[in-house]
């Protein structure tokens, strides 16, 4: 990426050769050349909020700034990216959405997210440390910049514009006004499921923290996941693959309190919320949270059963290469005999993929828009 300071050498995590989607956009670049051509003051406490893969603060490691994030891949390609560029650790500071947040902001660089509730939560949290001084500029991909986007600026920490548009990016100009009256923050948000899921799950509690795909309802996917999960007893180990909110494995707990689960997922808003979800329904058994890459770091043939709702976006692009790397990482963590069983819109054709991987793919259930698919690790 070319910025006013030289090119930066950035990639996205894990590094693929094959890979065609870049680690930065025109609206990282837009604003880095906002910052030059303004000469805005980087001084007193940067934060770089929702920076992808470490673009922005490894254009600024000069002014030791500190990124807040909700991705693991992201923090990970941030700190491959710093040290590509001779960044000595820790200069830039690496916090996640769920630490606590700096006493004293100077400088406010918004990085939009796809998500508008973790946009809310973040700038909640960030308002009590941002004073009258404070340079708040936004930046993203025209298509993520809505009137509500803008109106959350205005309601969190004081009035709003945008820039003009540059090859299809824009900018927000915030000026913080800390008489406001700030909403409560309704994040992390709870609900019952509704009383026809079926099981042991039916009127049981979910907690979500902003972010978490479908944070204020079950959607139907899993709804229908649900209703075609494998009997589990006898299982001794559950892998709960890209858990969200932690329903899913939370149901397997239920049913089969003598498992030991494994929530995981790259998110540390849905880590937070699977171990919120799993402690607020009491389930007597044991239970591992842990944020990262898929299966990476589980033993080989540790694991009996991998249940998994891969998402096929990747922020705004579509790609199935989380669910491959899903897919690739459940077959090697499994025994032989165990299964890995996968929920998915049916036109995604999850099951070409698990012929190819595992020799196997079985149809347990569908409808017109999902599928649930069966395949085993042979021996």
Avoid at 27 to 43: C, E, I, M, N
Avoid at 71 to 90: D, F, H, I, K, Y
Avoid at 145 to 162: A, C, N
Wanted: glycine letters at 10%.
């Amino acid at each position: 990426m070319t910025t006013p300071w030289g090119e930066v050498s950035l990639a996205r995590h894990p590094e693929d050769p094959r890979e065609t989607l870049r680690a930065w956009d025109a609206s990282d670049a837009y604003l880095l050349r906002h910052l030059a051509a303004q000469d805005v003051p980087l001084t007193g406490t940067v934060v770089v909020l929702g920076d992808r893969w470490g673009a922005l603060v490894t254009a600024l490691a000069a002014h030791g700034p500190t990124q807040i994030t909700d991705s693991w891949l992201g923090q990970e390609a941030t700190r491959a990216n710093l040290a590509r560029a001779a960044v000595e650790p820790g200069v830039v500071r690496l916090l996640t959405t769920q630490d606590p947040v700096p006493e004293r902001i100077d400088v406010l660089l918004v990085r939009v997210p796809k998500s508008l509730a973790l946009l809310e939560d973040q700038l909640l949290r960030l308002a009590p440390a941002v004073h009258a001084d404070t340079v708040v500029v936004g930046t993203g991909m025209v298509k993520e910049i809505h009137t509500s986007t803008l109106t959350l600026f205005e309601r969190i920490l004081g009035p709003t514009r945008t820039s003009l548009a540059e090859q299809k990016a824009r900018l927000i100009f915030c000026t913080p006004d800390p008489s406001l009256t700030r909403p409560t923050n309704p994040w992390p948000y709870a609900y019952d499921l509704p009383g026809d899921v079926g099981g042991a799950l039916s009127g049981r509690p979910v907690v979500n923290h902003a972010g978490v795909f479908c944070a204020d309802r079950l959607d139907i996917g899993t709804r229908f996941f649900l209703q075609h999960l494998p009997a589990t007893s006898g299982v001794r180990r559950v892998v709960d693959l890209g858990c969200g909110n932690g329903i899913v494995g939370t149901a397997v707990a239920l049913a089969n309190p003598a498992a030991e689960v494994l929530f995981t997922d790259e998110s540390f808003q849905a880590v937070a919320s699977a171990e919120a979800t799993y402690k607020a329904n009491g389930v007597p058994g044991h239970a591992e949270f842990r944020v990262g890459d898929g299966l990476a770091g589980v033993a080989d043939g540790s694991v009996d059963v991998v249940l998994n709702n891969p998402p096929f976006h990747s922020h705004q692009a579509t790609t199935d290469a989380t669910a491959w790397r899903m897919f690739t990482g459940a077959r090697r963590a499994l025994r032989p005999g165990g299964e890995l069983w996968v929920v998915g819109n049916r036109h995604l054709g999850y099951h070409v993929k698990l012929r190819r991987l595992f020799g196997n793919s079985e149809l347990v259930a569908g409808d017109r828009k999902f599928v649930v698919l069966r395949a085993v690790r042979r021996g």
